[in-house]
């Protein structure tokens, strides 16, 4: 596939989106076409589960490697029956409480499901969205859809059409752009092929809410998720998790500038990005900062393009403006981003686990006190 296409952006409406447009993007999906639409958490890049020509347009739109699997979105559970070879008790627990929603199960792979889903691995991902119109473009097709996340390989994931417009213009027919996201950090991945349950990628579904039904939940691998500055050698390819589940890669989420992570008390890590802000600024930097609302008025004076993540108390408010945060101060052309940690509980573990990505697994330790 070439990248000569004109890329057609269509609002529809996120509550009732109008039937001629999900019919127009139901249309080209079944013509092998792709799609980006919006979900809950980001914007996805659709194509039929079941038409491999169509799967590999995904892979060279994003320039995505074939060794990372794919999600098959569904709009009912019967549509199960179509991808995996059995549903185990925990799945239909697990699904009556938090399906549609931000939810991704690991099941044993269906014989029809085509590998470029995924990756040869014996296992399928699988989720039911909540957002109207990604049910609404489900049930139109009549067919599950894959769709990884509407970015670029590497780039942090789209949580409005003008994000997927950014990463994708020339290389997709068509965008459906229903606004926002709600969650705006990607769905929970939580692996039901494991000895016990465990989550590979924290997401919209905290670990404390996955615990209110399955009490022996996994956490993810403490080692993907945290690596201080010194241990700078060990890179992303040798992360034997990588094999396991390859978008757990700690590089994945690379910001296209480098970004500094703060950890320690709110007043700690406060002072510490602002005396590193003002000395880069002084060396004529750009600094970009990515801070919580209760921080902004000490970084009036520095110099800095600051951003505001919202209410550090707030963990939804800050996943939802998260990746917005880092594209404009991409956008805003800074050298580089200085960003503070959030606690970890509810959603704030998949706010954690983006950001370490972003910052390549490294954090600045600045005390506690
Ligand atoms: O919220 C979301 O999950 C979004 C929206 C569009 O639904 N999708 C998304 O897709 O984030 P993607 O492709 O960017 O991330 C899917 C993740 C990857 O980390 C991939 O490695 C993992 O799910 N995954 C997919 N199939 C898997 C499998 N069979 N076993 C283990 N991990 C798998
Ligand atoms: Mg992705």
């Not at 529809?12 to 919006?38: K, M, Q, T, W």
């Not at 699904?95 to 296992?123: C, D, K, N, Y």
């Not at 509980?345 to 506690?368: F, M, N, P, S, T």
Request: net charge negative; charged share 20%.
């Amino acid at each position: 596939m070439s990248y000569q296409t004109q890329t057609e952006v269509v609002r529809v409406d996120a509550l009732r989106p109008e039937p001629s447009i999900i019919d127009y993007a139901a249309g080209l999906l079944r013509a092998a076409n792709i799609v980006a639409f919006p979900t809950e958490t980001v914007y996805g890049l659709g194509a039929d589960v079941f038409q491999p020509a169509a799967l590999e347009r995904i892979f060279v739109a994003k320039e995505r490697p074939h060794s990372d699997p794919l999600i098959a979105h569904i709009a009912d559970e019967a549509s199960l029956e179509l991808l995996t070879t059995a549903i185990p008790e925990q799945a239909k627990r697990l699904a009556s409480v938090f399906w549609p929603g931000p939810l991704t199960l690991i099941l044993p792979r269906g014989p029809r499901v085509p590998h470029l889903v995924t990756a040869g691995l014996e296992t399928v991902a699988v989720r039911m969205p909540r957002h109207p119109v990604a049910l609404a473009l489900i049930r139109a097709l009549g067919s599950p859809i894959a769709a990884p996340s509407a970015n670029r390989f590497m780039h942090v994931s789209p949580t409005s059409a003008q994000h997927v417009l950014a990463d994708l213009a020339g290389r997709i027919p068509l965008i459906l752009d229903g606004g926002p996201c709600e969650v705006g950090v990607e769905s929970t991945v939580l692996d039901l092929c494991a000895e016990r349950p465990t989550i590979l990628r924290p997401g919209g579904v905290s670990l404390e809410a996955l615990r209110t039904v399955i009490a022996d939940v996994q956490p993810p691998d403490p080692s993907l998720r945290y690596r201080k500055a010194a241990d700078t050698a060990n890179p992303a390819e040798d992360d034997p998790a990588a094999h396991h589940s390859p978008g757990q890669m700690l590089t994945h989420y690379t910001p296209a500038v480098p970004l500094l992570l703060y950890d320690g008390s709110a007043e700690s890590m406060r002072s510490a990005m602002l005396a590193e802000a003002r000395w880069r600024h002084l060396q004529r930097e750009r600094v970009g900062v990515l801070l919580a609302d209760e921080d902004v008025a000490a970084f009036q004076q520095s110099g800095a393009i600051v951003y505001s993540l919202g209410n550090s108390a707030n963990p939804a408010q800050i996943a939802s403006s998260l990746f917005k945060g880092l594209r404009t101060l991409e956008d805003a052309r800074v050298q580089v981003i200085l960003c503070r940690l959030f606690d970890d509980r509810g959603l704030g573990l998949a706010i954690r686990d983006r950001l370490l990505k972003a910052a390549g697994g490294q954090v600045i330790e600045c005390g506690r006190q």
